[in-house]
């Protein structure tokens, strides 16, 4: 059995959405760092980091990191659809999975939790930082826009790990917004993800 460690409206949704893409049988376990009743210390024996999703494997292995869980899911479970067959698409999935947790993900980290990325500890540094960070995040989310344009969806006739990692990431400090201005055919493209039968009973379940 596959042990999901995640929480309601959290990037584990990511995780999740792979999972039943790929027909497996999870059970979850709600953990978090900003929930103090929830199994966080459990969370944090598996994953030091205590960051969810983190993915226990049958075999009791630990899997942290969401690009890293889809490549795993996609590569063990081809039919899927989570990574395209063909070898250039596959490794365009690749870069764009990396490309979300390295430049976007990482800027949500230092836009969430300010206090980790300064030693100054007034509130002003900490909106300082804050600013800054949803300002990259931003700029990186323009630059994955009009870098990655495959459609309908990204990973081709139908959502892939690219579309669930990018629509559920983009869910933070400011993203969608800012897109509605500046990359609307892509804020589009994400909303026809989380309408897709095969992905929106999992949104329901985190974001509704
Ligand atoms: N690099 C990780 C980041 C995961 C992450 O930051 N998760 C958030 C929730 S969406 C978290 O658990 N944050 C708590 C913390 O950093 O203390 C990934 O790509 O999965």
Same mark, same amino acid.
């Given at each position: 059995m596959y042990t999901l460690y995640g929480s309601r409206g959290s990037g584990s $949704?990511? $995780?999740e959405a792979a999972l039943e893409r790929c027909g497996i049988a999870f059970r979850t376990v709600r953990a978090s760092a900003w929930e103090e009743d929830s199994a966080i210390e459990a969370l944090k024996r598996v994953n030091p980091l205590g960051q969810i999703p983190t993915l226990v494997l049958p075999d009791g292995s630990v899997m942290t990191e969401s690009a890293a869980i889809l490549i795993h899911l996609g590569l063990e479970h081809p039919a899927s659809g989570l990574l395209p067959a063909e070898a250039s698409a596959r490794a365009q999935t690749l870069r764009g999975l990396v490309f979300i947790a390295a430049n976007c993900y990482s800027a949500i980290s230092q836009s969430d939790y300010?206090?980790?990325y300064t030693t100054d500890t007034t509130e002003a540094a900490h909106a300082a930082v804050r &600013?800054? &960070?949803?300002?990259?995040l931003h700029r990186h989310w323009d630059i994955f826009a009009d =870098? /990655? =344009?495959g459609r309908p969806f990204l990973g081709g006739a139908e959502p892939g790990a690219l579309d669930l990692?990018? $629509?559920v990431v #983009? !869910?933070? #400090?400011? =993203? !969608?917004? %800012?897109?509605?201005?500046h990359r609307p055919a892509f804020l589009e493209l994400l909303k026809r993800v989380e309408a897709h039968p095969a992905v929106q009973p999992v /949104?329901?379940? %985190? /974001?509704?």
């Open positions: $949704a990511i $995780a300010p206090e980790r &600013a800054g &960070a949803r300002r990259v =870098t /990655f =344009t990692m990018a $629509a #983009s !869910r933070w #400090s400011g =993203t !969608r917004a %800012h897109l509605a201005n /949104f329901a379940r %985190h /974001f509704d």
